[in-house]
C-alpha cells in the first residue's frame, strides 16, 4: 500500500502543475482580450515557415501581436501602422487551410522589406484594412 503513496503524489502534483499552466494561459488570453481591438490572429514570418497561433491587439499606432501560448504579457511582435503594408488576402489553400481555420483569410503583408503572413476572419481582416487606411492626416494608407 505504501508502495503506491509515492507514484499518486508525483501524479497529483504533475495535474496540479498542468491545470496551473492552462489556467495561466486562459487568465492571460482574457486579460489581454479585454476592451476593444483584440482578435485571433495567427503570424507566419516568412511564406514557407511555421504559423504561430496567437491574439492581435490594436493599439494607437501600432498592431500588437502576443503568442498564444505564453506566459508575458508583453506582444511578441509590434508592427507600426506606418510601416506595415497589406499586398494582398486570400482564402487558405493547401497546408494553409488544414493549418488555419477555414473560415479565416491569409493576409500577405510586408513590414519594411520583411513579408509575413496573418490569418484571421473576414472581419478581422476588414478591420486591419479599416485601421490602415484611417491613419492620421499625413501618413498614407498601406493596402497595395
Request: net charge positive; proline share 6%; aromatic share 10%.
Amino acid at each position: 500500500m505504501s508502495g503506491l503513496i509515492v507514484p499518486a503524489v508525483v501524479l497529483a502534483v504533475l495535474a496540479l502543475l498542468v491545470a496551473l499552466v492552462l489556467g495561466s494561459v486562459l487568465i492571460r488570453r482574457s486579460v489581454l482580450s479585454r476592451g476593444w481591438g483584440s482578435f485571433d490572429c495567427s503570424l507566419r514570418p516568412r511564406h514557407h515557415g511555421a504559423w504561430t497561433y496567437g491574439l492581435a491587439r490594436y493599439e494607437q499606432d501600432r498592431l500588437d501581436w502576443f503568442r498564444l501560448f505564453s506566459f508575458t504579457l508583453r506582444p511578441t511582435r509590434s508592427l507600426t501602422r506606418a510601416r506595415l503594408t497589406i499586398l494582398d488576402h486570400r482564402r487558405p489553400t493547401g497546408a494553409d487551410g488544414t493549418l488555419l481555420n477555414p473560415d479565416w483569410v491569409l493576409v500577405r503583408c510586408l513590414y519594411d522589406a520583411t513579408l509575413l503572413e496573418l490569418g484571421m476572419s473576414e472581419p478581422a481582416y476588414n478591420g486591419l484594412a479599416t485601421w490602415l487606411e484611417s491613419a492620421p492626416p499625413g501618413e498614407h494608407a498601406n493596402i497595395a
